[in-house]
């Protein structure tokens, strides 16, 4: 199944969704092909206008276009998503967590799509670290 991470480009999510053997959906294989593209001509400037495009499918013209642009990499995704990990409270360490608009509006499509996700509190302490993978585990497991 595919499995959309919530920070999009947390690479711990990333590693644990492959080890139970789903496909991640996430930011960094999201981009590569952007940047892999000839099309794009200055990385890190790969916004294409068909992106601003995109991203107006999920978010209006007033909405900043920094959430536009996040919502036009990570809107595709979420479609294209079986289940979904989202990690709330993370520290920027682990992921991007710099935009409180794009995540909310992550969440938010999230839940109207109606799929499956695990929401989970990021870990404190080791004990918290075991029990978070833990969930992880039996949640991608549960899923067929």
């Not at 200055?42 to 959430?67: C, F, H, Q, W």
Request: charged fraction near 25%; glycine fraction near 10%.
């Amino acid at each position: 199944m595919k499995v959309f991470i919530d920070p999009p480009n947390s690479m711990i999510l990333f590693d644990l969704v492959e080890r139970f053997g789903h496909e991640p959906l996430s930011t960094m294989a999201a981009l590569q092909e952007r940047v892999d593209n000839l099309e794009v001509d200055m990385p890190p400037m790969n916004v294409t206008l068909d992106d601003v495009v995109r991203g107006l499918k999920y978010a209006g013209i007033e909405v900043p276009s920094g959430v536009r642009g996040r919502l036009a990499v990570w809107g595709p995704l979420i479609e294209e998503a079986d289940a979904a990990i989202i990690v709330d409270d993370a520290p920027f360490g682990f992921g991007c967590v710099g935009c409180e608009r794009s995540e909310l509006m992550v969440k938010y499509l999230i839940r109207r799509r109606g799929i499956p996700a695990l929401r989970l509190q990021y870990p404190e302490t080791e004990e918290d670290g075991i029990e978070f993978v833990a969930k992880v585990k039996g949640f991608l497991e549960g899923l067929q």
